[in-house]
């Protein structure tokens, strides 16, 4: 149970999809109030997660990791010796 994501603090791979929702309900919320051009944020918001699950990084996370936040080691840990 030591491998949970809970358990490595708070990492780029938690954060991007963390602001991410964040940004989209706010842009929502926005776009009911005031315009429905902020739904153009929800898009952007959109295609960055899109980028970000094909290539491994987007923008936030660039500047996530330069702020210091680290990266999840997702390698496999091998049982043999």
């Known amino acids: 149970m030591g491998d ?3 358990d490595q603090g ?6 991007v999809p963390l602001m ?3 940004v989209v309900l706010a842009s929502v ?3 009911l109030v005031f315009t429905p051009w902020w ?3 929800t898009a952007f918001v959109g295609v960055n997660l899109v980028f970000y699950a094909a290539a491994g990084w ?3 996370s660039l500047l996530m990791e330069r ?4 990266r999840t080691d997702c390698r496999a840990r091998s049982t043999s010796h």
Do not use: I
């Open 58 to 60: 987007c923008p936030a």
């Open 10 to 15: 708070w990492t780029v791979e938690r954060v």
């Open 29 to 31: 919320a926005s776009a």
């Open 39 to 41: 739904l153009l944020l």
């Open 4 to 6: 949970l994501p809970h």
């Open 67 to 70: 702020a210091g936040l680290a």
């Open 20 to 22: 991410a929702g964040v």
